[in-house]
């Protein structure tokens, strides 16, 4: 079994900066890509970031230039730099992480950006 415990969301201004971590235990082995998804309120639930095994990172052109998303030495933790935040970035956002047969997936965090 596989947990995905992530931190750092909360309420913003807009304009600022929140770091969203994300980390996995329990029975893991070899981790593929990891990601964000965010789901706002009657929305559905959207890419936000992820990053391969390698390193090669994906953003969609709603965030590209102002998130930026890496993982850590030991493979099983991910992060999530948010820059220039504004009011329409404001969700629940979930990690996740690709195993070889099975998706796994954190139990979100709010982030809120507002004045």
């Known amino acids: 079994q596989v947990q995905l415990v992530e931190s750092g969301g909360g309420l913003v201004e807009p304009g600022g900066s929140l770091r969203l971590s994300c980390a996995a235990s329990?029975?893991?082995?070899?981790?593929?890509?990891m990601g964000w998804y965010r789901q706002a309120t009657g929305k559905e639930r959207e890419l936000v970031a992820s990053?391969?095994?390698?390193?090669?990172?994906y953003y969609p052109d709603s965030v590209k230039d102002r998130f930026t998303i890496s993982r850590g030495n030991a493979k099983n933790t991910v992060y999530l730099q948010m820059n220039s935040l504004k009011p329409d970035d404001t969700a629940v956002y979930y990690c996740?992480?690709?195993?070889?047969?099975?998706?796994?997936w954190g139990q979100g965090i709010q982030v809120t950006v507002s004045s």
């Open positions: 990053i391969t095994s390698s390193g090669t990172p």
């Open positions: 329990g029975s893991i082995f070899r981790i593929n890509t």
């Open positions: 996740h992480a690709d195993f070889s047969s099975f998706r796994s």
